[in-house]
């Protein structure tokens, strides 16, 4: 028993988890949505003011409405999310955001701006926002933090890198030619790191942060003079004895307990208990995945 387990660990740790491609993806998705939409937008006030004659105040306007209209469809985005799942969501945000940019290219009154503009806002706070947080979060518990930093900081990285190419490109080739090529990357670039999204790790038979459940059968009654806790002790040793040094796992106490000693509405097989560790071959004591 203990070499097929020992096996299951060392080649689970020589994988990288699939989650930390949600992170990447996630990333990505951030950065060009932010940079784009939340910084690039500044960089069309002058040639609009310039072409209407508007006031900056009326630009400033159609930013502030987006992000209040972001607030009040924080709670819908999540029920939708949770509903049909964080690939299908981002990806109908992603598309509404790259339409909203097409049509942006288009309008010529204030009305006509503030409507395309709030459309696009709903595909960027639904997509780019809700979605891929959403996805980060469920693929990690105990690296949850670590993860959702990591793909937040496309964010930062879109202010110093696409800010000053999308000015360079409204200055290059028109603010409506702008719009028109921001849309099309939109979905060309979004769209494809959004196919790797799967909305929990459980769709494809994974658990969260990369743990490995393993299963192992125990005997309907202890041997002789040996109690719960000595059995315990007993596997927890063999455990660390034949893992390398530096490497550590520390057995989840609720689920190594057999059978007879769970909770009667705990349910994982007869006779079975199950030690789940991470891509690092740690675990919590105590700390169940869930």
Request: net charge neutral.
């Amino acid at each position: 028993m203990s070499a097929d387990i020992i096996s299951r660990l060392r080649a689970r740790s020589k994988t990288v988890f699939y989650g930390w491609r949600i992170v990447a993806a996630g990333f990505l998705i951030n950065a060009f949505g932010v940079g784009t939409f939340f910084y690039g937008f500044s960089t069309f006030f002058n040639p609009l003011m310039t072409e209407f004659g508007w006031s900056r105040t009326l630009l400033s306007g159609v930013f502030s409405l987006s992000r209040l209209e972001g607030g009040i469809e924080g709670p819908i985005a999540g029920w939708l999310t949770d509903r049909f799942g964080a690939r299908k969501i981002l990806l109908v945000g992603v598309v509404a955001t790259g339409v909203g940019f097409l049509l942006l290219q288009m309008v010529g009154s204030p009305g006509s701006l503030y409507v395309v503009f709030g459309f696009a806002a709903l595909g960027f706070n639904i997509g780019y926002v809700h979605a891929t947080s959403a996805a980060v979060a469920k693929w990690f518990i105990r690296k949850r933090g670590r993860a959702m930093a990591t793909s937040t900081m496309g964010s930062g990285l879109a202010a110093f890198l696409l800010v000053p190419l999308v000015a360079l490109v409204n200055e290059s080739l028109g603010w409506r030619e702008a719009w028109f090529f921001m849309g099309v990357l939109a979905v060309v670039i979004s769209v494809l790191p959004a196919l790797l999204i799967r909305t929990q790790p459980e769709d494809i038979g994974l658990l969260p942060d990369g743990m490995l459940r393993i299963k192992h059968s125990w005997e309907n009654s202890l041997p002789d003079g040996e109690t719960i806790e000595s059995v315990r002790s007993q596997f927890k040793a063999m455990m660390k004895r034949e893992l390398s040094p530096g490497d550590e796992m520390i057995i989840d106490h609720e689920r190594v307990k057999p059978d007879f000693m769970k909770p009667k509405n705990y349910s994982d097989g007869p006779d079975a208990a199950t030690i789940e560790v991470d891509e690092n071959l740690e675990a919590i004591e105590g700390e169940s995945w869930r």
